[in-house]
């Protein structure tokens, strides 16, 4: 079944009926007879402001000079081109996709179920330090072409298998028109990833960017854990992220403060320079715009680390920083029986029910056989049969 | 810390993922089962419950915090599941799931319509699962309920009764306070009366439905879910609804 019909360069294209994905804003629909491309699509009529901003992107070209590798994806998903409804109305833009299940939404690799799932055999800690590698240069390389990400969250950036990174939501950028100096502002935020000063509605800036940048690469670093995460120890009622953040209550720096989840994973497998980074983060720079680390040395003290880490003997997807003599993950399985990195199947100790379960999965496993063995042969006796 | 519900377990054992310290979001579904259910309403429902969870497995966003409880009424009265499994009233066992386990109930339609039982036990279940979390440490976002029913209250003996009157002012006062977000949904052949139980159950957030459309139902609590992830304002859940209300596809307006 099919949908709306739009035009894309006065070109029109039928769209599937359901979209792949919605918001409160917009939803994002996959085009009838090219894989290639989306179009998402606004809600509410978008305006002339949204229509010039669009007009003006198609005649930029951000972080042109990349990629310089052939596997990698382009770091933003630029609009390629506007949206048209049959009077040409102003609905929204196209886009290359970048969808599943090649391109994974960054939240994926903060949980141990989806990233054994999305990313089996590959999702250990080096993986996730260079996915923080890039999204630091990514982050960097924007700020250095004068485009602020705004609304930069775990939900709007995909990863694929080899790591790579690129942001979706292009059309909420905020960026001076090169050429008239106009500014086109980001009017969207993600709250758990919202610097103080954006939570009360001040701009998008670089410094709020680098904010953002700070919390994803902690969360990639210590295999999702959020840094303003925790229950304070005097707080009336509810509490969240958001509250957090505003109060500056962060475990990283102030671990006295909060109830910390028994599962949290201590700040100290980042090592030293990070997470003296995360700490000016979460400190001094929580209210201190100023006093955040910015992107590139984020992604300084990255690139020390990626050619130092370390890998584990005995267990697989085991590998962690230089700082550390021992690892941390063995530690944790040893005190807690949870493997950050490996799904809960028992390794194989002496066990009466677990070796059980071994034996029946062994005895399916040859019956299965034996069958698909019986099928085969009779096969081969029909054909012979019928040969004759 | 204190809260005036017992935690349905104590916090070591409260089935608290030891996976991170993700900000969780406790959804509810408070369903009836009650006899007027019975046949192809069910069926449907049982239906769109195994492809919403499908669905809810392969959302990496919603699987990271959404964990989920069932609350029905019907039959003998009033039941929480925890996924397929029904559990024993006062079991001391929390009915709340991550989502990337949930594995929905297989449900039967019979009996009577505690409507208003079914909403105090989905308060209290929420209400224990907050001081279970906070707890253990771990922050949540704004709960959602979502009642559905095709009928009006009754009592256990199946007469109609007044007793929902005396959730307005609680409602009231708990949706005010923000301590979650409830929406009372009507479908099949609800009557008008029907529907003004649900006008003053959820002032904002009711509708009445032609058929019995779960699947669209259970894709706008993924919505909601989304939005309360993001930090959306009111107006957004006010929009999401108001598109499934009115069951418009996305694009049109």
Redesign the interface.
């Known amino acids: 079944m099919s949908g709306l019909t739009v035009f894309l360069d006065g070109k029109p294209v039928t769209l599937a009926e359901l979209p792949l994905k919605g918001g409160g804003q917009a939803a994002v629909f996959p085009v009838v007879g090219d894989a290639g491309i989306v179009v998402k699509l606004y809600r509410e009529p978008p305006g002339l402001d949204q229509e010039r901003r669009l007009m003006r992107m198609l005649t930029m070209s951000p972080l042109a000079a990349r990629p310089t590798d052939v596997s990698q994806p382009p770091e933003l998903a630029w609009p390629t081109a506007l949206a048209r409804g049959p009077q040409g109305e102003f609905l929204g833009y196209a886009m290359r996709r970048f969808g599943e299940p090649r391109h994974v939404q960054l939240i994926g690799l903060f949980t141990r179920a989806q990233r054994l799932k999305l990313f089996p055999d590959r999702a250990d800690w080096r993986f996730l330090l260079g996915v923080a590698w890039n999204l630091a240069f990514m982050t960097a390389r924007m700020h250095y072409d004068n485009l602020v990400i705004g609304d930069f969250s775990s939900s709007n950036v995909v990863v694929d298998a080899n790591g790579f990174v690129t942001f979706l939501d292009c059309d909420s950028i905020a960026f001076n028109d090169p050429v008239s100096g106009e500014l086109f502002p980001c009017l969207m935020h993600t709250t758990d990833y919202s610097s103080p000063e954006r939570q009360a509605g001040g701009p998008a800036t670089r410094a709020t960017d680098d904010f953002a940048l700070a919390v994803l690469v902690y969360q990639l670093l210590t295999a999702g854990n959020h840094p303003f995460g925790g229950v304070p120890h005097d707080s009336a009622s509810e509490s969240t992220v958001k509250d957090n953040i505003a109060a500056s209550c962060s475990y990283v720096v102030r671990p006295e403060l909060v109830v910390i989840p028994r599962g949290t994973i201590d700040p100290s497998v980042l090592p030293p320079e990070l997470l003296t980074l995360a700490r000016a983060a979460f400190g001094p720079g929580v209210h201190a715009p100023a006093a955040r680390p910015p992107a590139e040395a984020w992604l300084r003290a990255l690139d020390k680390e990626r050619s130092l880490v370390r890998v584990c003997q005995n267990r697989p997807l085991h590998t962690y920083g230089s700082h550390l003599t021992s690892c941390p993950w063995c530690t944790r399985v040893a005190v807690t029986g949870h493997d950050v990195f490996n799904g809960p199947v028992p390794v194989p100790v002496p066990d009466a029910p677990g070796q059980q379960e071994q034996t029946g999965a062994a005895a399916w496993a040859k019956a299965l056989k034996v069958a698909l063995l019986i099928v085969v042969v009779v096969i081969l006796i029909v054909i012979a049969t019928h040969a004759k | 810390m204190h809260s005036e519900y017992p935690p349905t377990l104590p916090a070591e054992y409260a089935d608290?993922?030891?996976?991170?310290?993700?900000?969780r979001l406790p959804l509810v579904l408070c369903l009836d089962t009650s006899s007027s259910m019975a046949g192809q309403p069910i069926q449907t429902l049982n239906n769109a419950l195994m492809e919403w969870t499908r669905e809810l497995h392969?959302d990496?966003?919603l699987?990271?915090s959404v964990e989920v409880a069932v609350v029905t009424f019907g039959g003998q009265g009033v039941a929480a599941w925890r996924g397929p499994q029904l559990l024993a009233p006062r079991a001391p066992v929390s009915p709340f799931v991550p989502a990337?386990?949930f594995r929905p109930p297989q449900l039967a339609a019979a009996g009577v319509t505690l409507m208003t039982e079914a909403l105090e036990l989905s308060m209290h279940i929420v209400a224990a699962r907050k001081a279970e979390l906070?707890?253990?440490?771990?922050?949540?976002?704004?709960p959602q309920i979502c009642l559905v029913t095709d009928g009006l209250p009754t009592d256990g003996t199946g007469h109609l009764t007044d007793s929902w009157h005396r959730l307005i002012p609680v409602l009231a006062e708990e949706q005010r306070a923000?301590?979650f977000r409830l929406y009372a949904i009507g479908v099949g052949g609800i009557t008008d009366m029907g529907e003004q139980v649900l006008q003053a159950f959820a002032p904002k957030f009711n509708a009445r439905l032609q058929g019995f459309p779960f699947r669209e139902l259970l894709q706008m609590m993924s919505?909601s879910a989304?939005?309360e992830?993001?930090?959306?304002g009111d107006e957004?859940?006010e929009?999401?609804f108001s598109?499934f209300k009115t069951q418009r596809?996305?694009?049109e307006?």
């Open positions: 608290i993922e030891f996976e991170n310290n993700a900000q392969d990496v966003s699987s990271y990337h386990t906070r707890a253990s440490g771990l922050q949540y976002y704004r923000r301590r919505a989304n939005a992830q993001k930090g959306a957004v859940f929009k999401i598109q596809p996305a694009w307006s």
